[in-house]
């Protein structure tokens, strides 16, 4: 273990050789797992001599792992109420125990019951001499009504300018966890990697979140090599 200085922050970093492809499978995002992730990030920027890239791409990983946690968390409440995913009527009330949710209430119990169902959450990343991919999977589907927002939300951020548009023209509620997902676009259009090369979207019954980052020409990009996989990808 050793210090490293990122950007006014002396921060702890387990340095290790890097394994290809890398796969880290949790239930929750614990301190202890995003800690171990962002030390992955930063071994895989350093060996690319992209240090640069540290910052806009761990912040974005770590909003698709909320991401992914929220997903499950989400099907679980609507799964233990007998909600039905499909139904607006059923998805206000769903969301309305979500909210009560994350707002610190059973947060324990909720925590035990995604252990016992065995919804998990993967961090992934894919390296080659071409470029990087990281993928973040969890094994229940986005809400529909919550895919279709996505979508929307996500074609808005391409489209703006910058985030004062965005949220001008978005129409996000305060505790819209869209938000972060959003966010990702303009941190990598900001890094100059191709906003395009991030997808999301439901993959048969699991989410899929996808970021590739291309260091040559030669790199082909996952969805053209598997256009078949998937026609939900944001």
Known sequence: MYYNYRKGDITKVKKFKISNPTTIQFFEPRREHIELIEDILYNIFESYKREDLYHPISFSIRELIQNAWNVNTKFLIFRKNNLDISN?????????????????????????????????????????DYGIRFEVINNTPILPIEEKNL?????????????????????????????????????????NIDHELFRV??????????????????????????????????
């Open 88 to 128: 607006f009527s059923d998805y206000i009330k769903g969301i309305k125990l979500f909210r009560s949710y994350i707002s610190g209430k059973n947060y324990e119990d909720i925590s035990k019951e995604v252990y016992q169902h065995n919804y998990w959450i993967k961090f992934c990343s894919f390296l080659s």
């Open 151 to 191: 979508r929307l939300k996500l074609k808005l951020a391409s489209a703006c300018v910058d985030l004062i548009e965005l949220f001008n023209e978005g129409d996000f509620e305060i505790d819209d966890d869209k938000i972060g997902l959003s966010f990702i676009i303009f941190l990598l259009k900001k890094s």
């Open 201 to 234: 979207g439901n993959v048969g019954y699991s989410l899929r979140a996808r970021i590739e980052i291309p260091f040559s020409e030669s790199y082909i990009p996952e969805r053209k090599k598997f256009n078949f996989l998937s026609s939900n990808e944001v």
